[in-house]
């Protein structure tokens, strides 16, 4: 096909190439269809095609940069309630396993995982309490068979209080935690913190007492269960209770008591491993986490009847006397005795008393158990 010059010059206007000497294009058929103010539209093998005078080249896409036009995706940061939540899913992963009988090593896995998790939270928020709070908690119920963890989970106990020392939970736990340990100074102490922060929970008060009770902290005892009594709503258990702060005031008004009711300072805290400590294979073929306990009363481990300065007995229906085994027990202490149940119209009396011991009873067997109090003041 032979061009005008005309056509040859649109051509060469629209960029494309222009044959020499008007040769023949075979392979593709232009035909030119209209131009309006400069916008020429041009059948190339029946596709229309739109070019302006001032049009350049097209940009071929493959110019383009993929790392220039999408930005690389960030990574969001992970909360501590990521932390937590993983943490507890081990941790209920774990109780799962040893409830359904599986191996050790599944529970001790899930428990070590848990523990990550936690120290994970720690490392990540170190100023966010609920992260030492939750691994405290781990420590705290493997202690039967991981006596190890007690540092640990005294260290973060307080680490977390440090950070909320409004809460009375963790001052709570931790004379919980000492009290186990057989640690009286510092059992007082977080006690005495709890009954500032909760003094409408009755609890607090009686555990108080009766820990001041065992270490002979009579006066103190006495000022703790005037604080008690007006919150006890059950009727049998005011009885109870009255019957043991009237012993007490009895007791204190025949000796001489020093009211040394001031909080003991609690010890240094130990060292916190921020890693956390994992633990191994327990060749121990009971639970390794401890059940939840039913009481949440706190009693001082170590600080029995045999070795306390106060205790409750009972002397069984039919038998007159009964012996109290006591190391604290001197040729000048005074035993006194208070019946809590039984034994109406009765008095208790103290029949004798030695170096390690003392006897109380009846003259005569009673039909029925009869429940006492004692208490040894040296």
């Given at each position: 096909?032979?061009?005008?010059?005309?056509?040859?010059?649109?051509?060469?206007?629209?960029?494309?190439?222009?044959?020499?000497?008007?040769?023949?294009?075979?392979?593709?058929?232009?035909?030119p269809?209209?131009?309006?103010?400069?916008?020429?539209?041009?059948?190339?093998?029946?596709?229309?095609?739109?070019?302006?005078?001032?049009?350049?080249?097209?940009?071929?896409?493959?110019?383009?940069?993929?790392?220039?036009s999408?930005?690389?995706?960030t990574?969001?940061?992970?909360?501590?309630?990521?932390?937590?939540?993983?943490?507890?899913?081990?941790f209920?992963?774990?109780?799962?396993f040893?409830?359904?009988?599986?191996?050790?090593?599944e529970v001790?896995?899930?428990?070590?995982?848990?523990?990550?998790?936690?120290?994970?939270?720690?490392?990540?928020?170190?100023?966010?309490?609920?992260?030492?709070?939750?691994r405290?908690?781990?420590?705290?119920?493997?202690?039967?068979?991981?006596?190890?963890?007690?540092?640990?989970?005294?260290?973060?106990?307080?680490?977390?209080?440090?950070?909320?020392?409004?809460?009375?939970?963790?001052?709570?736990?931790?004379?919980?935690l000492?009290?186990?340990?057989g640690?009286?100074?510092?059992?007082?102490?977080y006690?005495s913190?709890?009954?500032?922060l909760?003094?409408t929970?009755?609890?607090?008060?009686?555990?108080?007492?009766?820990?001041?009770?065992?270490?002979?902290?009579?006066?103190a005892?006495?000022?703790?269960?005037?604080?008690?009594?007006?919150?006890?709503?059950d009727?049998t258990?005011?009885?109870?209770?009255?019957?043991?702060?009237?012993?007490?005031?009895?007791?204190?008004?025949?000796?001489?008591?020093?009211?040394n009711?001031?909080?003991?300072?609690?010890?240094?805290p130990?060292?916190?491993?921020?890693?956390?400590?994992?633990?191994q294979?327990?060749?121990?073929?009971?639970?390794?986490?401890?059940?939840?306990?039913?009481s949440?009363?706190?009693?001082?481990k170590?600080?029995?009847?045999?070795?306390?300065?106060?205790?409750?007995?009972?002397?069984?229906?039919?038998?007159?006397?009964?012996?109290?085994?006591?190391?604290?027990?001197?040729?000048?202490?005074?035993?006194?005795?208070?019946?809590?149940?039984?034994?109406?119209?009765?008095?208790?009396?103290?029949?004798s008393?030695?170096?390690n011991?003392?006897?109380?009873?009846?003259?005569?067997?009673?039909?029925?158990?009869?429940?006492?109090?004692?208490?040894?003041?040296?």
């Amino acid at each position: 096909m032979n061009f005008t010059p005309n056509q040859i010059q649109q051509l060469e206007n629209l960029g494309l190439n222009t044959p020499k000497d008007n040769q023949n294009i075979s392979k593709v058929n232009l035909v030119p269809l209209f131009s309006i103010s400069g916008l020429t539209l041009l059948s190339i093998g029946g596709l229309i095609l739109l070019k302006t005078k001032n049009s350049s080249s097209v940009i071929p896409v493959s110019s383009f940069s993929s790392q220039e036009s999408i930005p690389s995706p960030t990574q969001v940061p992970k909360s501590i309630q990521h932390y937590l939540l993983t943490s507890q899913q081990y941790f209920t992963q774990a109780l799962e396993f040893q409830s359904s009988n599986s191996s050790s090593n599944e529970v001790i896995s899930s428990l070590n995982e848990s523990i990550i998790a936690a120290s994970n939270a720690i490392r990540e928020f170190p100023n966010d309490y609920r992260g030492y709070e939750q691994r405290a908690k781990i420590y705290q119920s493997l202690l039967d068979t991981q006596p190890q963890l007690f540092a640990g989970a005294i260290a973060d106990y307080q680490q977390a209080l440090k950070l909320n020392q409004n809460s009375a939970d963790l001052t709570r736990q931790l004379a919980s935690l000492f009290a186990k340990k057989g640690d009286l100074q510092n059992t007082l102490t977080y006690l005495s913190a709890t009954v500032s922060l909760e003094p409408t929970k009755a609890q607090n008060f009686y555990d108080l007492a009766k820990i001041q009770q065992q270490a002979g902290l009579l006066p103190a005892a006495l000022d703790t269960y005037n604080h008690l009594l007006p919150l006890i709503s059950d009727s049998t258990q005011r009885s109870q209770v009255e019957i043991e702060k009237q012993s007490l005031e009895k007791i204190i008004s025949q000796n001489s008591f020093s009211n040394n009711s001031s909080i003991p300072s609690p010890t240094s805290p130990p060292s916190i491993t921020t890693e956390g400590n994992l633990i191994q294979a327990s060749t121990s073929t009971g639970p390794i986490i401890a059940a939840p306990e039913i009481s949440q009363n706190i009693s001082l481990k170590n600080q029995t009847d045999s070795n306390s300065l106060s205790g409750t007995a009972t002397l069984p229906s039919g038998q007159k006397e009964i012996v109290i085994q006591n190391s604290k027990l001197t040729s000048s202490s005074q035993v006194y005795l208070s019946i809590l149940t039984g034994g109406k119209n009765q008095s208790l009396e103290l029949l004798s008393k030695s170096m390690n011991s003392f006897t109380a009873g009846f003259s005569s067997p009673l039909s029925e158990d009869v429940v006492f109090k004692w208490w040894i003041v040296n």
